[in-house]
């Protein structure tokens, strides 16, 4: 079992910066792939980045790449979302979660956290 708490979501201006961590808690954390995914208003929750359970294989969505790193530390049992260069259309709610299959895929994770709101303004 793996419990998640993100932080460090706010209001910012487009062009700032921000970064999120989530801690877990578990004794298994350092064997699961670790996500960040986001959802918008009326829109369905979707990908942003992944970090495998060795932290050797990092993704990022399509449209997220060279703004978003994803980093993990398993002594500290967080893993954290650094956001540069933020833009309106990044405003959503952030979640992160554990799993044990490096995927893309919401449905593939089985613990998530209760989300932290990140709005950007133009």
């Known amino acids: 079992q793996v419990q998640l708490d993100e932080s460090g979501g706010g209001l910012v201006q487009a062009g700032d910066s921000l970064r999120l961590s989530c801690a877990a808690s578990g004794r298994t954390f350092s064997t699961y792939s670790l996500g960040w995914f986001r959802q918008a208003p009326g829109k369905e929750r979707e990908f942003v980045a992944r970090i495998n359970s060795s932290g050797g294989r990092t993704s990022y969505a399509d449209s997220l790449k060279g703004r978003f790193t994803i980093s993990r530390n398993d002594t500290s049992n967080t893993v954290e979302l650094q956001m540069n260069s933020l833009k309106p259309e990044d405003t959503a709610v952030y979640y992160c979660?554990?799993?044990?299959?490096?995927?893309?895929?919401?449905?593939?994770?089985?613990?998530w956290g209760q989300g932290t709101q990140v709005t950007v303004s133009s």
């Open positions: 979660a554990a799993g044990p299959l490096w995927s893309t895929f919401p449905r593939l994770y089985h613990y």
